[in-house]
């Protein structure tokens, strides 16, 4: 099973970045896709989900500002960020929950905002 994330990097406030979550190796149907994200001595939270049927959440912290999207038939996931904040910085992580309640993390890629 494989989550491999692309798209991280360093921005100035308000810009934007994509980043993608590309899954294989998964056999069970994945019901929810998600990001998270984890900054240096915080907790991981969670940043938006997406279900297979297309329904989505979001944190209150970005809602407005991030978007969640997927492509089923790439078994890919995508978070568009715009307007990025110094707040925004940490590493991001793809998350799969599957059909049998497993769930799969990818290695994660670093967002960095600078003011």
């Known amino acids: 099973v494989q989550l491999q994330a692309f798209g991280g990097g360093l921005v100035h406030t308000g810009g934007s970045l994509r980043l993608s979550c590309a899954t294989s190796g998964i056999i069970e149907p994945i019901t929810v896709m998600a990001w998270h994200r984890q900054a240096p001595g915080k907790q991981r939270e969670l940043v938006a989900r997406?279900?297979?049927?297309?329904?989505?959440n979001y944190a209150d912290s970005v809602k407005g500002r991030f978007t969640i999207s997927s492509d089923n038939s790439k078994n890919t996931v995508y978070l568009q960020m715009n307007s990025l904040k110094p707040e925004d910085t940490a590493v991001y992580l793809c998350?799969?929950?599957?059909?049998?309640?497993?769930?799969?993390w990818g290695q994660g890629t670093q967002v960095t905002v600078s003011s």
């Open positions: 997406i279900t297979s049927y297309g329904s989505t």
């Open positions: 998350a799969a929950l599957t059909s049998r309640t497993n769930i799969y």
